[in-house]
């Protein structure tokens, strides 16, 4: 079974200064609800790269997510991910950005 949906948002920022926050993972922890465990390899989102993220409940860490680059394209502001999360529930998701003004972008996550 698929489903399909592409929430979206005004952000209050230039176009530019959303994409650096989304191009890099280690900021992830500044948007997202959960832990960024680790990067491999490190550095900006490029296709290959996984990321491991997990959430604290009942004294424990939980292991919720884990994704993988499919494709940057920093000319279109697009990130493509493959994200696994647990029950074996797998997305693809394509975040594009598009400058509505100097201080203000469309994020589309879908």
């Given at each position: 079974?698929?489903?399909?949906?592409?929430?979206?948002?005004?952000?209050?920022?230039?176009?530019?200064?959303?994409?650096?926050?989304?191009?890099?993972?280690?900021?992830?922890?500044?948007?997202?609800?959960?832990?960024?465990?680790?990067?491999?390899?490190?550095?900006?989102?490029?296709?290959?790269?996984?990321?491991?993220?997990?959430?604290?409940?009942l004294g424990r860490q939980w292991p919720v997510a884990h994704l993988t680059?499919?494709?940057?394209?920093?000319?279109?502001?697009?990130?493509?991910?493959?994200?696994?999360?647990?029950?074996?529930?797998?997305?693809?998701?394509?975040?594009?950005?598009?400058?509505?003004?100097?201080?203000?972008?469309?994020?589309?996550?879908?």
């Amino acid at each position: 079974m698929s489903f399909s949906t592409c929430p979206m948002a005004i952000v209050n920022a230039p176009v530019d200064q959303v994409w650096r926050l989304l191009a890099n993972p280690i900021q992830y922890d500044l948007w997202w609800e959960v832990r960024t465990r680790s990067i491999i390899p490190e550095g900006p989102a490029r296709p290959g790269q996984q990321i491991f993220a997990q959430t604290s409940a009942l004294g424990r860490q939980w292991p919720v997510a884990h994704l993988t680059v499919q494709a940057v394209a920093p000319e279109k502001w697009r990130l493509d991910l493959l994200t696994r999360l647990p029950l074996g529930i797998s997305v693809r998701n394509q975040i594009t950005c598009l400058p509505l003004d100097s201080d203000h972008t469309r994020v589309s996550f879908g």
